[in-house]
């Protein structure tokens, strides 16, 4: 994900989902995070009053924020070009980072929550989830995709595409990109055929 150069707050936002992509949030303390910023602890307590849990849903609405205005740019041009540009986009980060960084997205949403809680970086991952197949599924249905399977193929995406990424960094190859890319984009042709 680009690094934030503005002031502290999105620098530190930034560079939270950064280390999340990277570590997971368990495994990542708030003094770490504000370190690999560059930000003093300070600072990030100021920001953040609420501590992990509060930086950890913005880092987590940061990137889905950023994968969106991707998605809505790459999907004026149809469906097919917005998921070559998905994959485009998690290709980069796991090349660029030699492996180490997924999606931070992802990373939240598979950890453990506390009994009976939902924490709200967890809301905030489900929430990212349901855009980017809002997304999908709506330019799907623009491009002759019925309505249910519009829906159905979009979360198939975002789902085949969350998951290939972790598969590449246990790899440490995109090969399942390629295989990815290849058939959600014949899944994406036959369904806007119609």
């Known amino acids: 994900m680009p690094k934030s150069s503005a002031p502290s707050r999105d620098r530190i936002v930034a560079g939270a989902a950064d280390m999340i992509s ?47 205005r ?7 041009a ?35 929550p506390p009994a009976d809680e939902v924490p709200p970086a967890l809301a905030a991952a489900a929430e990212v989830f349901e855009l980017w197949e809002t997304l999908l599924a709506a330019s799907l249905r623009e491009h002759g995709a019925e309505t249910e399977q519009a829906a159905q193929l979009a979360t ?22 390629d295989h990815t890319a290849e058939q959600l984009q014949s899944l994406i042709a036959a369904a806007t055929r119609a």
Do not use: N
């Open 22 to 68: 990277r570590r997971g949030l368990s495994a990542t303390s708030i003094r770490e995070m504000a370190k690999h910023a560059k930000a003093p602890l300070g600072s990030t307590y100021h920001y953040f009053p609420q501590g992990k849990q509060q930086l950890a849903t913005e880092a987590v609405r940061y990137t889905g924020d950023w994968v969106a």
């Open 70 to 76: 991707s998605l809505r740019r790459e999907l004026e």
């Open 78 to 112: 149809g469906p097919a070009a917005g998921l070559s540009a998905f994959l485009d986009l998690w290709r980069r980060i796991v090349v660029e980072s030699d492996f180490h960084a997924g999606c931070p997205v992802l990373a939240v949403a598979i950890e453990e």
């Open 156 to 177: 198939l995406v975002v789902a085949a595409v969350e998951g290939t990424v972790a598969m590449c960094r246990a790899k440490r190859s995109t090969q399942p990109l």
